[in-house]
């Protein structure tokens, strides 16, 4: 048995040229958080990094598609970024700090805040419809064979991208407690989030729905 689990995983060497540019992000956003004072970031930052490490876990067992984790790695730089790249307060609303994550180009736009929570558990969805197939598969299948049930995965990624969305506005609520100088908003901004969250994972269910290579293995 841990033979073969050995082998399973070293099948799956996380790319170097993600693992580069996800450094990139935590070292860059990670300095200028420290540079900033901004006790949100610096505990967001050590956060990532321990996204990073569950994904690399994730990864090295289950061999999760390139784009996958490309997506995963964008969403690090996008929440990064967010909080830690001032913009002129003129694009943000009367209260917010003017960080990415306040940007709103237009009243009826989502804001960046908000198109980062769509997209990043859009990502989270693919991952978990992958995380799942893999599980039900046996390693012995073929890379493109489909178990019994799909539409049930599919269903079932969706539920636990939505979940963790609620997660993370558990990981927001506790920074609201630790920094009180923190961006993170009140309950209006945790329902939006919400939504959007919900929205990710509705789209990547529909990906996974209309795509099965979203699911196989690359």
Not at 170 to 182: G, Q, R, S, W
Request: with cysteine; aromatic share 8%.
């Amino acid at each position: 048995m841990d033979n073969t689990m050995s082998d399973v995983t070293a099948q799956h060497p996380m790319p170097k040229s993600i693992v580069l540019f996800v450094v990139a992000c935590i070292v860059v956003f990670g300095a200028l958080a420290l540079y900033q004072g901004s006790t949100e970031f610096i505990i967001y930052t050590v956060m990532t990094i321990v996204e990073v490490v569950v994904v690399m876990v994730i990864h090295r067992r289950v061999g999760l598609p390139l784009h996958v984790l490309w997506l995963l790695a964008v969403w690090a730089l996008l929440h990064l970024a967010g909080g830690t790249v001032h913009i002129d307060p003129e694009l943000t609303k009367e209260g917010n700090k003017n960080v990415l994550y306040a940007l709103r180009l237009h009243s009826w736009l989502p804001r960046y805040d908000q198109i980062v929570h769509m997209f990043g558990f859009f990502s989270a969805t693919l991952t978990c419809g992958h995380v799942l197939l893999r599980s039900v598969r046996p390693i012995s299948a073929a890379p493109d064979s489909m178990p019994k049930g799909y539409t049930a995965i599919i269903m079932c990624s969706m539920l636990a991208g939505m979940g963790l969305g609620a997660l993370n506005e558990v990981a927001e609520f506790i920074i609201t407690l630790i920094d009180e100088n923190n961006g993170v908003g009140g309950y209006e901004n945790t329902g939006w989030d919400l939504v959007s969250n919900t929205v990710g994972a509705f789209a990547g269910g529909v990906l996974l729905h209309m795509s099965k290579a979203s699911f196989r293995s690359h």
